[in-house]
């Protein structure tokens, strides 16, 4: 590691300038890889780098390379797998890249959003992969200089060019100087020329780790996506850090002030996937340690402890062991199909129930059944799960949730709808499992969940859990209304910042 290149100054934050409530939510979480190697492929490491990070984002998918020259992308909507085939795999040459798997909504879902974000300059190139969300991105844009057009609806654009027009002589210099006007969640991969810039708001929300691969730098949304490729862990880049990779090598330039460590305590619940580890914590082993304390906080008398599958798996496993209830598989997931966590469309999450989960009905018929999940949002998914076993003949259906109920929708890059839509916001726990048709409902404590996930309380996000955000959020960006379906919305920043300050 090289010393520090400048040091880190206090934060000159602006005065905050707060927009109206949208009154939409906000959908957008994210998976990012970048490499630096000049002996391998990097295209094709990014490739299985990304779809290991398919989970974190199922709706585009994109690549960027620079070969020392320039830059190449190759970006679409859809999976990883049906964006990329070998033909455009082997189009990607060049020595370092950057890929995003991207996960929108309702009007965001366009090819322009579809990340690496390209700021095409008349003598330089700038690439930027972005996991997060910036609340005060319409404020930013105001200070934009009118030759800087926008050609997406991304906050990552905007970004971008408040990033080129600061100061520095440097890319690395000019990330530095602009990096606390940014407020909100931002884990950034970003792609000059010649090096990679990774690095991480001060709160720390989004993850990012570093990792090494026979001499090549990686680093990446989740350590999963590690593995997959065969690459060592490092270390996770920290909240504030700013690091580049270029053929000297990996170095920190220092970190930005950390205000408050706040990560978010919903990758433990859900996002991230079972086999990557944060903050020295294996998810798998945060989520089984949520149900052997939800066990213990809420017991229920039954034949056997179900999981809905995935990610309720792991707590599942925990439940059972610590209540000595039988394990047992009752839902069959179809895996080749995306999550339904939120879908853009009332009718596509209807169908995403029917057709994601078949229950074996021999097993359930005549059993006192408790099924494990990680969350409930809306409520509509659980309603089905449970009327479905019933009418498998289920004596009894209980459900224990693992983690709190969600209150209040995130602004820092999760698609939590907005708070109306939250069903834990409008109805207590008693009204939401009559409302779900549950024999009994509970759900973990958030003590219990900070407990489980074994980070320091006080080093965690957990606002859609208790509406206590780590900054002011009142009216902040939320990138779904800012992905008008306008086309005029799009192209003209002033008129776009009416909407939001009128
Ligand atoms: S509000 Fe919830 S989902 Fe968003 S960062 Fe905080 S804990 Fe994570």
């Known amino acids: 590691m090289r010393k520090n290149s400048f040091s880190a100054k206090k934060s000159t934050r602006p005065e905050r300038v707060f927009l109206k409530p949208s009154g939409n ?137 408040i990033i080129k027009n600061s100061k520095g002589k440097s890319w690395e210099e000019k990330v530095f100087t602009s990096f606390s006007q940014f407020q909100g969640a931002f884990s950034i991969i970003a792609l000059t020329k010649n090096k990679l810039i990774a690095f991480r708001d001060s709160y720390g929300f989004r993850p990012l780790v570093l990792g090494e691969l026979n001499g090549s730098y990686i680093t990446c949304s989740e350590t999963c996506a590690l593995d997959t490729v065969g690459a060592k862990f490092i270390r996770e880049v920290a909240p504030g850090e700013i690091i580049v990779i270029d053929e000297k090598g990996i170095h920190s330039l220092g970190k930005v002030r950390s205000i408050k460590k706040s990560f978010c305590l919903f990758e433990y619940v859900y996002l991230a996937r079972p086999d990557s580890i944060f903050n020295k914590q294996l998810v798998h082993q945060v989520r089984q340690r949520s149900g052997e304390i939800l066990a213990h906080e809420s017991p229920v008398g039954a034949d056997m402890v179900v999981a809905v599958p995935d990610s309720g798996t792991s707590a599942a496993i925990g439940y059972s062991k610590a209540s000595g209830i039988p394990y047992g598989e009752v839902l069959i997931k179809n895996r080749y199909i995306g999550r339904t966590f939120i879908q853009p469309e009332q009718h596509i999450r209807d169908m995403g129930v029917r057709i994601k989960f078949n229950p074996l009905k021999e097993i359930v018929k005549g059993k006192r059944i408790i099924i494990v999940d990680d969350s409930i949002v809306r409520g509509t998914t659980m309603k089905k799960i449970v009327k479905m076993l019933k009418n498998c003949g289920a004596k009894k259906v209980h459900i224990r949730v693992c983690s709190p109920p969600v209150t209040d929708p995130c602004y820092f890059g999760i698609d939590t709808p907005d708070k109306k839509k939250l069903i834990a916001s409008k109805m207590t726990v008693k009204e939401i499992e009559k409302f779900i048709g549950a024999d009994s409902l509970a759900y973990l404590s958030l003590n219990g969940l900070k407990k489980a996930s074994r980070v320091k309380s006080d080093e965690l996000c957990t606002s859609c859990f208790d509406g206590k955000y780590p900054m002011p959020v009142a009216g902040g960006f939320r990138k779904d209304v800012f992905e008008s379906e306008d086309t005029n919305l799009r192209m003209n920043p002033n008129q776009r910042i009416s909407k939001f300050v009128d």
């Open 25 to 161: 939510p906000l959908r957008d979480k994210c998976g990012i890889f970048g490499i630096y190697g000049k002996e391998v492929d990097v295209a094709r490491i990014s490739f299985f780098g990304l779809y290991s990070l398919q989970h974190r984002g199922q709706e585009g998918a994109g690549i960027t390379v620079t070969d020392g020259k320039k830059l190449k992308s190759v970006k679409g909507l859809g999976l990883v797998s049906s964006v990329f085939d070998e033909e455009k795999i082997n189009s990607l040459k060049g020595f370092a890249s950057i890929g995003h798997t991207r996960y929108s909504t309702t009007g965001g879902n366009k090819l322009c959003n579809v990340q690496p974000v390209v700021l095409n300059l008349k003598d330089d190139v700038f690439a930027l992969a972005h996991n997060g969300n910036i609340i005060n991105a319409m404020d930013l844009a105001k200070t934009l200089p009118s030759q800087d057009k926008l050609s997406s609806t991304s906050d990552t654009e905007i970004m971008g060019w």
